[in-house]
C-alpha cells in the first residue's frame, strides 16, 4: 500500500504527487490541481511560504486520444502539504482514503529512519575503527621512539666505557654519575637501583663496603667517601663492566 500511495524524494522525505491522490479519491486530477492553486492563492503573507514549500510544480506529457500530446499540470507534496489538501476532501471514503495515506506516510518514514539508523551506526563503527588505528600508530610510533632513544643511550655508554680517554671536562666522580645515568635511562631502570647494584659488587669483587667507612661530614654521600678513600676506579670499572654486559645481552 505504502508504495501505491507515497514515494522517497531527496533527503530522503516522503512525497506523494497530485495523480496518485486524484487516482485514491477518485477525482479528477485537474480538480486536485485546481484545489492545490486555491490553497496557494488563499495562503496570507504569514503563510504563503509556508504553504509553497510544502508543494512543487511539474509539469507531465498525456497522451491524447487523437494521439497527440498535452501538457498538464501537475504537483509533488509533502506529508504537511498532502495533510493540508485531504482537509478540503470530505466523506466517509475520504476519511478511510485520508487513513490510509497517513499510515502509508508512516510506513515510509518508519523504513527510512531504520535505514538512517543502519547508516548512522555503519559510519559510527568506521570512525570508531579510524580511531583505533590511529591510536595504534601512535603507539607504535612511541615505540620506535623509546627503541630509538635506548640504542642511542646504549652507544653513548659503550663508547664511553670502551673510550680509554678520560673525559677531560668531568672529573672521575662526574663521569661515573653520568655513566649511572646513562645506563639506568637505557635499562629502564631507578638510578638508586644502579648505585645499589655498584656497591653490592664493589663488595663482592673487592671486599670494600662502603658502609663501614665513617662520614667526614654529616651530608657526605657514599661515592664521596669512594672518592676519599681512592675506591673511583673501581668503581668506574664496575659501571664500566655493567655497561659491556648489557650490551653483549
Not at 45 to 71: L, W
Not at 148 to 169: D, I
Not at 216 to 240: G, P, Q, T, V
Request: hydrophobic content about 40%.
Amino acid at each position: 500500500m505504502a508504495n501505491e500511495l507515497v514515494f522517497k524524494g531527496q533527503n530522503d522525505q516522503v512525497l506523494t504527487n497530485s495523480i496518485l491522490v486524484a487516482e485514491k479519491f477518485g477525482k479528477e486530477p485537474n480538480d486536485v490541481v485546481r484545489a492545490i492553486d486555491n490553497l496557494l492563492q488563499n495562503a496570507d503573507n504569514e503563510c504563503d511560504a509556508k504553504v509553497r514549500d510544502m508543494f512543487v510544480e511539474y509539469t507531465e506529457d498525456v497522451p491524447q486520444p487523437n494521439g497527440g500530446v498535452k501538457s498538464a499540470r501537475r504537483f509533488i507534496m509533502n506529508r504537511d502539504g498532502f495533510t493540508l489538501l485531504a482537509m478540503g476532501f470530505t466523506g466517509k471514503k475520504a476519511l478511510k482514503f485520508k487513513l490510509e495515506y497517513i499510515a502509508a506516510f508512516n510506513s515510509m518514514e518508519n523504513a527510512l529512519k531504520r535505514h538512517l539508523s543502519s547508516a548512522q551506526m555503519f559510519a559510527m563503527q568506521a570512525n570508531i575503527n579510524l580511531e583505533y588505528e590511529k591510536r595504534i600508530e601512535n603507539i607504535e610510533n612511541e615505540i620506535a621512539e623509546i627503541k630509538k632513544e635506548r640504542e642511542e643511550n646504549g652507544k653513548f655508554l659503550l663508547s664511553v666505557a670502551m673510550s680509554s680517554e678520560e673525559l677531560p671536562q668531568l672529573s672521575m666522580r662526574d663521569n661515573i654519575r653520568q655513566l649511572v645515568n646513562k645506563y639506568a635511562s637505557a635499562m629502564n631502570i631507578r638510578q638508586q637501583d644502579v648505585w645499589h647494584k655498584i656497591y653490592d659488587q664493589l663488595y663482592y669483587l673487592y671486599h670494600i663496603s662502603i658502609r663501614n667507612y665513617r662520614k667526614a661530614r654529616r651530608d657526605e654521600s657514599k661515592l664521596e667517601i669512594a672518592e676519599r678513600n681512592h675506591f673511583l676506579d673501581k668503581i668506574y670499572n664496575i659501571i664500566s663492566n655493567m655497561v659491556r654486559e648489557s650490551k653483549a645481552a
